[in-house]
């Protein structure tokens, strides 16, 4: 019975890591200008002619890996807020993210500062917010969860409808842009690596301590009876989180529904212990939305559409058919 | 291997719950903590367990103050059943009652095939092996107790610390419980530490027993002495029929 489970579990992670090379493939064949499978092996060989090398390895190379890292931080954010705060509605931006990068980098925007100060402006948003929420909620010897959280959801509304504001004030051209990153929006992504660094690492750490997180789950006292340093160990996980949130942020925008579905629908599939989990996660979510920003720039070409669209387009299904189909 | 309160005072900022208490639990004893409802009993708990701080005095693991011990090792010493626990796992029985092997852990990553194998025996003592693939979620009141008991049992802790070990259980599965942890105290040199509610159950599995009379009193020591019918009518303001 549980080899069976066993069986069932590396089933699901390898089913995943299938999913996620073929998402990488595939989005290296689709795109407005088709290409067959054998141009883009020849291209990976080192062989290809110049103007499909450009298109595979300096256009669609760099924003699928960018797409699939956030994807893959996304997803491991969501995972880990959803352990830390001990809530299911648990996503990356409910600590205030999103609203602090959006505030800072739709402010700069609509002041008429180019993209790179703008980008720079959202950045520091982001972290703004962290200190924020993390500093308001922080007491030594008092670190509270719930207050965690509320502090986060209170900010992340202030931060809402000043978004909103500067929407409604921004210059009629400037707010398609802004909206696009609102909604999540791989097209202005720069070089990915550093982001791939951050998942590998990020997704290492999170692997090895695992096993203190599924101890976690059981609750802070009795984690605390078992070993674990409790408030050590949840501020790691915030920091960690954070970390994984911001540098997707900065890539993409707020791409919503990766982070806080992709942890439930490998739960959905029978995976709960944290160290399978993580890192079905992490291929789950880079694999969505590699598919889902495939779509974005292929199914309406040369329309190109906001990723964060399509990520729900194609997620809701899924989920709402494993829920109904559970019990 | 001891476990000593020194001067214990437990309670919260500004509110004494017990007078400084002083006692010493070892291997083999089994001790029966008694005292009304809000008498302290929880929170003298979680102090002999290092989740809280005492208001003064010291606890003491083998002669060390136990604050002074890491967290993993003092897991490996000492276990706490929680009176309330947090409901949201998401796992089945066996993978809950694994996680009690957690400071057991001899790789980063996991535990080892024996761990398992610890589990099952562990759910099988309780009773409840046929439930081990279940999830938690799904097991009644009394089931998810013996699941929290057999994690205890698989951290397989020198002391066991027992927040009202019996509570929910039918009668069967009270003195099956009770009948374990007086055996591990007996035959495998654990001390054991248990809240119960029942003087008559102290008295038939427990060689000791401190009573909590409130802020200003407090009896500890053999059963045979402290566990009297005046003692218990005192502590209960009813007469207890022995």
């Known amino acids: 019975m549980i080899a069976a489970r066993a069986r069932r579990t590396v089933f699901v992670l390898v089913l995943f890591a299938g999913l996620a090379v073929a998402s990488l493939g595939v989005g290296l064949l689709a795109g407005s200008v088709p290409l067959s499978f054998s141009d883009v092996a020849r291209v990976l060989t080192g062989r290809g002619t110049s103007a499909i090398s450009e298109i595979v390895l300096t256009i669609r190379l760099p924003r699928l890996l960018a797409a699939f890292a956030c994807g893959g931080l996304l997803a491991l954010a969501g995972t880990l807020l959803q352990v830390l705060l001990r809530n299911p509605l648990a996503d990356p931006y409910v600590l205030g993210i999103s609203g602090g990068a959006g505030l800072g980098l739709l402010t700069a925007t609509s002041l008429g500062l180019g993209y790179a100060p703008s980008q720079l402006a959202g950045l520091i948003g982001a972290l703004a917010a962290v200190l924020t929420v993390f500093g308001l909620s922080f007491r030594a010897g008092d670190w509270n969860l719930y207050r965690l959280l509320l502090t986060g959801v209170v900010f992340s509304a202030g931060c809402g409808a ?27 992504a720069g070089n990915p ?44 996980i915030y920091l960690a989180a954070s970390a994984a949130t911001v540098t997707s942020v900065a890539l993409a925008g707020t791409v919503g529904f990766v982070g806080l579905i992709v942890p439930h629908l490998i739960r959905l599939l029978g995976i709960t212990d944290l160290r399978w989990l993580i890192p079905t996660a992490i291929l789950g979510g880079g694999a969505l939305l590699s598919f889902a920003d495939t779509a974005a720039r292929s199914v309406w070409a040369p329309l190109q559409l906001p990723v964060g669209v399509l990520t729900a387009l194609l997620g809701v299904p899924v989920v709402l058919l494993l829920l109904a189909r559970r019990r | 291997m001891t476990l ?30 008694l005292g009304n409802n809000g008498s302290g009993k929880t929170t003298l708990m979680h102090v002999l367990a290092a989740l809280r701080r005492p208001l003064g005095g010291e606890v003491g693991l083998d002669g060390a103050p136990i604050s002074t011990i890491r967290p993993a090792a003092r897991a490996r010493r000492v276990g706490l059943l929680l009176q309330e626990e947090a409901l949201e796992f998401w796992g089945t029985v066996l993978d809950y009652v694994c996680l009690g092997r957690y400071p057991h852990r001899r790789s980063l990553f996991g535990w080892e095939p024996d761990d398992e194998r610890l589990a099952r025996e562990q759910l099988e003592r309780m009773d409840i092996g046929a439930l081990a693939q279940r999830s938690l979620s799904t097991l009644s009141g009394g089931e998810r107790q013996r699941a929290r008991l057999a994690l205890l049992l698989t951290q397989d802790p020198a002391f066991y610390l027992l927040d009202e070990p019996l509570q929910h259980l039918d009668l069967r599965h009270q003195l ?16 054991v530490a248990m809240v119960l509610h029942d003087p008559r159950l102290a008295r038939s599995f427990c060689d000791h027993a401190l009573l909590l009379y409130g802020p200003d009193d407090a009896l500890a020591g053999p059963a045979a002495t402290v566990l009297t019918a005046s003692n218990l009518e005192r502590l209960y303001g009813v007469p207890v029929p022995l």
Not at chain 1, 167 to 188: N, R, T, Y
């Open chain 2, 176 to 191: 099956l419980a009770a009948q374990c942890f007086v055996d591990l105290a007996r035959q495998r040199s654990r001390g």
């Open chain 1, 193 to 236: 690596g550093w982001a791939l660094a951050v998942m590998l690492v990020l997704g290492i750490v999170s692997i090895m301590g695992a096993g203190a997180l599924n101890v976690l789950s059981l609750g802070r006292d009795k984690a605390a009876t078992l070993g674990v340093s409790v408030v050590a160990a949840e501020i790691v």
């Open chain 2, 4 to 33: 000593t309160a020194e001067s214990l005072v437990v309670g919260f900022p500004g509110r004494r719950l017990a007078p400084p208490l002083s006692f010493k639990i070892e291997a083999g004893q089994c001790w029966a903590v």
């Open chain 1, 162 to 188: 000043l978004i909103s504001l500067t929407l409604l004030l921004a210059p009629q051209a400037a707010v398609k842009g802004m909206l696009f990153w609102l909604i999540g929006d791989l097209s202005g």
